[in-house]
């Protein structure tokens, strides 16, 4: 039997998996433990549904893909409106030395898995889709560069599933080693934290507040009408130029583009006050265009694509935890100080660089809760792992692209 969803019943599908993956978060306590994104939780139900009506029922399943790309535009065009540049600034220098010691780790990440693969004699993408590509981009990041490797001219029919096996095991383990990385990196070194100070609440702290000016502003319907004004020219500047680059075999994604012009806005419009971008708002929009986009990746997955694929996906991520365990001791810690607020910086940058900035916040707070605040690696790992990571990351992966082993 063929069952096809036109536009209406897969965005009504796509709804039912968002509450779906509510109602199982609040359910199950290990869902809500480890920040298990609902699109994830509940696009995986689906997903193994669809999998017992397509292989016991014979049924041929399929959903219109009409909002899939505008949704995932959608989203890195408020990634890149939320990128002020200015904050760099506001942070400090040890912000910058931070970012630097993150931009080092995604080619670490890469470097490892694709050469993991290529020494297991497996397709490279396999080992960049788990590095940079789905550890420290996540969903979001992992999702989009799968519906690109599906395509022409890289062929990879199962890479939208390995992304989301990937950021999956990230989430999960991103949550667990941070932790106990500070603590072991402040018993080896005998740093004491700042117990002196009071550090009782249980709710992480999100900083990046004080970095911008329009915490107090309502969202108002003419605010989500400029706000949606500068996402569609975004969007449209960046599709426009990606279609005209195609000509002169220029091949960055799509959504690169929507994120440049993104980034272009917020700071050409911040340098000149002439308009001052709605942080939240854009926050808003952004988090519902990722999780309709994530609800509809998840829906499909193959679980069948993975399972030859099993051994060389577990290798990597492996061996990606012990990476990031080094690099953190002998690169971050060191050049960040050999102090408290290094320790508690590494636990963010295991959080947001195998799993997501969810996890990095609350790998810290674990740690200052113990140990006693320390309000510059918050402000430092928001602004980084919640920003510039993801922008440079965009970048740094088609540098990879560019080696001759991806090339057809």
């Not at 509940?42 to 029922?57: D, Y």
């Not at 107090?216 to 005209?244: C, D, E, K």
């Not at 740690?367 to 006693?372: A, D, E, K, S």
Request: net charge positive.
């Amino acid at each position: 039997m063929k069952l096809h969803f036109d536009i209406y019943s897969t965005f009504l599908i796509m709804i039912a998996v968002l509450l779906t993956g509510r109602f199982l978060t609040k359910k199950i306590k290990f869902l809500k433990r480890y920040d298990i994104p609902e699109p994830v939780s509940g696009g995986l139900v689906f997903a193994i549904l669809i999998l017992v009506l397509t292989t016991v029922l014979d049924f041929k399943i399929s959903f219109n893909k009409s909002l899939q790309e505008p949704l995932m535009l959608g989203f890195f065009t408020t990634l890149g409106l939320n990128a002020d540049f200015k904050m760099l600034k506001k942070a400090g220098s040890l912000l910058v030395i931070f970012l630097l010691s993150s931009i080092g780790l995604l080619f670490v990440q890469n470097v490892t898995g694709i050469c993991l693969t290529l020494a297991m004699g497996e397709n490279p993408l396999i080992g960049l889709m788990g590095g940079s590509v789905s550890l420290t981009g996540g969903f979001g990041t992992g999702a989009a560069w799968g519906t690109v490797f599906e395509k022409a001219p890289y062929n990879f029919v199962s890479a939208t599933s390995v992304a989301m096996a990937c950021a999956t095991f990230g989430v999960i383990t991103g949550g667990l080693v941070g932790g106990p990385m500070a603590n072991f990196l402040m018993k080896r070194y005998k740093i004491k934290g700042n117990s002196q100070e009071s550090a009782t609440n249980d709710t992480p702290v999100d900083y990046t507040d004080t970095l911008t000016d329009n915490s107090s502003r309502s969202i108002t319907a003419g605010s989500f009408i400029n706000s949606l004004a500068l996402i569609a020219v975004s969007i449209f500047l960046g599709i426009t130029v990606s279609n005209y680059m195609q000509r002169f075999s220029f091949t960055l994604p799509t959504f690169v583009w929507c994120l440049f012009f993104g980034i272009f806005f917020r700071n050409f419009l911040s340098l000149t006050n002439l308009f001052q971008v709605f942080d939240r708002e854009m926050d808003l929009i952004g988090n519902v265009c990722l999780s309709l986009f994530l609800a509809f990746v998840l829906m499909n997955i193959n679980f069948l694509d993975l399972v030859h694929l099993a051994v060389p996906i577990s290798v990597v991520l492996i061996t990606q935890l012990v990476v990031m365990f080094l690099y953190g001791w002998i690169v971050t810690f060191r050049v960040c100080g050999k102090n408290y607020d290094a320790a508690v910086l590494v636990a963010g940058q295991c959080g947001f660089a195998i799993g997501s900035t969810y996890n990095a916040m609350a790998n810290m707070q674990s740690i200052t809760q113990h140990r006693g605040p320390s309000q510059q690696a918050f402000i430092i790992v928001s602004v980084v792992g919640a920003f510039f990571i993801d922008i440079i990351n965009a970048f740094a992966i088609n540098l990879f692209l560019i080696l001759p082993i991806f090339t057809p």
